[in-house]
């Protein structure tokens, strides 16, 4: 019958301990083979601790939006840029990254574990050999003749689970298994996330270079000129130099953006899981630019109503509270005694083999009640209650941190697109501006710190335009993780 509360099955536990009462434990108990199997399927009985049920929070309103986050919960997020070397990348990463190799590791650790609770609670069968030398006697009657004994006895072991210690035990590492996974779920989406921002600032690198390169050649062509007209006297030495110290201020420029590329690269390198060799002599491939990068252009309004259950993080969360509640069953489980029964299959095989039956099988009960721990049972309950308040505190935490993540996540695309467009103005003014001064200083209406000036502030632009990009692009990329990227396809259990 099923029972109230945590209950399982009901057993009347008056007459079982009544049974092993009648019957001391060292004593074997004739049993068929058929009645130990039928006992052990029956001795089921109740669960201690409270039954896990999932916390109720305070949630603002979801929105209805999966078509509009589709894109960004692919399993292969990533491709939405549409640039095939980021794609080819990312693969090489989830293959060889080493955090993620070792989330796999952890992942398998925990699978093993759980196997080996779950196997803690199912009979366990050994083999026993005896041999022996000497007389024996027949119905009285010694036989002279000296006999060799051998047997041979399966011995079968079983802990009976009244009190459901060990199945709270196998929810426990269960739980423990999948806050594994979700944890290697959570590792390679961080990891991807990473490889894609690292990339995006590699092409943002490489196009402010290629801005700083531009500026050089036409400041070379100012200082040719000016070079020139200085050896005519036409120009003072100061104004020379003037042009020269700005030139050598973009040359520094240049060469920094050199030195960050570089590390760029090797810490790419790194995070794609790549060889020491690769990583000191490859340089790392790119595919479009940054300017040629697809950016989708939609982008969702309102927290979608999946974000709560899908996140890896909150997912392992919750899986790690669930494990603390079987845990508390298990530790309440302590009160109460323990049955262990063992049981023997044999057979004998000798000269006294017609003197004695070939099978026989005996049944022994061992029961253990605590009495006095010390105190310790009492603490281990206290230490799983509050290991229970840990595990709910910091569930609580996730869900808080995820929809402030989402909530960020959608504010800062429609900011960054904002300033892009901002920037791209200013931009598109700067260059204008600079093509005037450049006509009004090679008619002699300016001089040339009004020129410089002018080059200055459209360098600036341009780099600020090239930056809003990057922002862009990674606003996008980090609202993907936010969501947590690729659940829809991916199933944690």
């Known amino acids: 019958m099923r029972s109230k509360g945590n209950c399982e099955l009901q057993i009347n536990s008056k007459r079982l301990f009544g049974f092993f009462s009648r019957y001391p434990a060292s004593l074997p108990l004739c049993i068929p083979a058929s009645a130990v199997i039928a006992l052990l399927l029956l001795l089921t009985g109740c669960l201690m601790g409270p039954n896990y049920k999932k916390p109720v929070e305070d949630l603002p309103a979801a929105a209805d939006n999966q078509n509009e986050i589709a894109p960004f919960i692919k399993h292969n997020w990533w491709e939405m840029f549409q640039d095939p070397v980021l794609n080819s990348l990312v693969q090489e990463t989830l293959a060889g990254n080493k955090d993620i190799q070792i989330a796999l590791a952890r992942v398998e650790e925990a699978q093993a574990q759980f196997k080996i609770t779950r196997a803690d609670s199912m009979p366990s069968l050994n083999m026993g050999f005896q041999g022996t030398y000497g007389t024996a006697s027949n119905d009285g009657v010694i036989i002279e003749q000296p006999v060799q004994l051998y047997t041979t006895a399966p011995v079968i072991s079983y802990e009976l689970d009244i009190w459901g210690k060990q199945r709270r035990l196998n929810q426990s590492a269960k739980a423990r298994y999948f806050s594994t996974k979700a944890a290697k779920d959570l590792t390679e989406l961080i990891v991807t996330a990473n490889v894609v921002n690292a990339y995006f600032l590699l092409l943002t690198l490489d196009a402010q270079l290629e801005i700083v390169k531009d ?279």
Not at 322 to 336: C, D, P, V
Not at 351 to 373: C, H, K, R, Y
């Open 215 to 493: 500026t050089l050649e036409s400041y070379g062509q100012i200082v040719k000129v000016y070079r020139d007209r200085y050896k005519a006297g036409y120009i003072e030495e100061l104004d020379l130099r003037r042009v020269e110290a700005d030139m050598q201020s973009v040359e520094v420029s240049k060469i920094d953006l050199e030195r960050q590329i570089s590390q760029a690269q090797s810490a790419l390198a790194v995070l794609a899981g790549k060889t020491p060799r690769e990583i000191v002599e490859q340089q790392m491939q790119r595919g479009k630019k940054l300017e040629e990068v697809y950016l989708i252009p939609n982008i969702p309004e309102g927290i979608p109503s999946k974000v709560l259950e899908k996140r890896a993080d909150v997912l392992q969360a919750e899986e790690q509270l669930i494990s603390a509640n079987a845990q508390i069953g298990a530790a309440r489980a302590s009160y109460f005694p323990q049955i262990s029964l063992t049981g023997e299959a044999g057979y004998v095989s000798n000269s006294l083999t017609n003197l004695m039956d070939a099978g026989i099988w005996s049944l022994a009960g061992n029961l253990v009640q605590p009495l006095f721990e010390g105190g310790k049972i009492k603490a281990m309950n206290k230490q799983a209650e509050a290991a229970y308040k840990e595990a709910l505190a910091v569930y609580e935490q996730t869900v808080e941190n995820a929809f402030k993540d989402v909530y960020d996540s959608l504010n800062a695309n429609k900011m960054y697109r904002e300033i892009y467009v901002a920037a791209d103005l200013q931009a598109k003014a700067m260059n204008r501006s600079y093509k005037i001064a450049a006509d009004q200083f090679k008619a002699g209406l300016i001089d040339t710190i009004n020129l410089l000036d002018v080059k200055n502030s459209y360098l600036q632009a341009q780099t600020a335009l090239v930056s809003a990009r990057y922002n862009q692009l990674t606003a996008v990329v980090n609202l993907s993780k936010a969501l947590g990227g690729g659940w829809n396809e991916k199933d944690v259990k």
